[in-house]
């Protein structure tokens, strides 16, 4: 079993900052790829960032790319997500996955073994 634990979500405005964490904990040897998704009340849950845990270059969603930065620390089994230039549009539930699963569609959530409960970000204008 893995467990994720999300951290670092509040209340901000328009233009400000926020970074997220997402500690791993548990049988976390066999962790491929983690990503962040979020999920807005009436809309699905949906693909934000991915990083392949062995390295590579992250991919990010169109509607966060140049704003969002997904790093993660391989010692402390620790992802985050430096979420900059904020937008109304990007408050969410905003939700940690994990995956042991290769070659698969890692921005679908059916690819990913693991959730965290979520930490809430609201932008406000």
């Known amino acids: 079993q893995v467990q994720l634990v999300e951290s670092g979500g509040g209340l901000v405005q328009a233009g400000g900052s926020l970074r997220l964490s997402c500690a791993a904990s548990?049988?976390?040897?066999?962790?491929?790829?983690m990503s962040w998704f979020r999920q807005a009340p009436g809309n699905e849950r949906d693909f934000v960032a991915l990083?392949?845990?062995?390295?590579?270059?992250?991919y990010y969603a169109d509607s966060v790319k140049g704003r969002f930065t997904i790093s993660r620390d391989n010692a402390k089994n620790t992802v985050y997500l430096q979420m900059n230039s904020l937008k109304p549009e990007d408050t969410a539930l905003y939700y940690c996955?994990?995956?042991?699963?290769?070659?698969?569609?890692?921005?679908?959530?059916?690819?990913?073994?693991?959730w965290g409960q979520g930490t809430q970000v609201t932008v406000s204008s």
């Open positions: 996955a994990s995956s042991s699963r290769r070659y698969v569609d890692y921005q679908l959530n059916t690819s990913y073994n693991y």
């Open positions: 548990g049988r976390t040897f066999n962790t491929y790829a």
């Open positions: 990083i392949l845990w062995g390295g590579g270059s992250p």
